[in-house]
């Protein structure tokens, strides 16, 4: 997995958001939307997660170039064994975005091949009022101190 790092994926797109309230709801819906998005990347169907994703995602990366850059994270790592939901924070308090725009959330998963691994994944609140995912990312877990 050479330069793991640097492959990693984050397409956060964040113009153009409206600001509305953000409250435990928002990080439920966000939370939710999240795990019904991951299962279609973790079936190696690249190009549908992109058409689910966020208009902010789709902006940010071309279908073709997503389904590569995600293949070319995913695929080495191998299947999902776990996933466990560790946090999910509205975002404006960790990246000073408008309340209720986006959500940050946390997953400690198991891979075949990189275990543990925390992949983050960030719903935004499209134009339309729908949550969709505008953000991913894995990277290894820290060893434990």
Wanted: hydrophobic residues 45%; aromatic residues 8%; positive net charge.
């Amino acid at each position: 997995m050479k330069s793991f790092a640097t492959a990693l994926i984050i397409i956060l797109a964040l113009s153009a958001l409206p600001a509305t309230a953000g409250d435990e709801e928002d990080v439920s819906q966000a939370v939710a939307v999240a795990q019904s998005w991951l299962p279609i990347v973790d079936a190696g169907k690249f190009g549908e997660s992109w058409e689910l994703a966020s208009v902010n995602f789709q902006k940010g990366i071309t279908k073709p170039a997503w389904i590569l850059a995600v293949g070319n994270v995913r695929k080495p790592i191998g299947t999902v064994k776990s996933r466990i939901v560790m946090k999910g924070v509205d975002a404006p308090k960790v990246a000073k975005l408008p309340e209720g725009t986006a959500v940050i959330i946390q997953f400690a998963t198991v891979f075949d091949k990189l275990s543990p691994a925390i992949e983050t994944v960030t719903p935004f609140r499209d134009p339309d009022g729908t949550w969709r995912v505008a953000g991913y990312y894995i990277k290894p877990a820290p060893p434990p101190k």
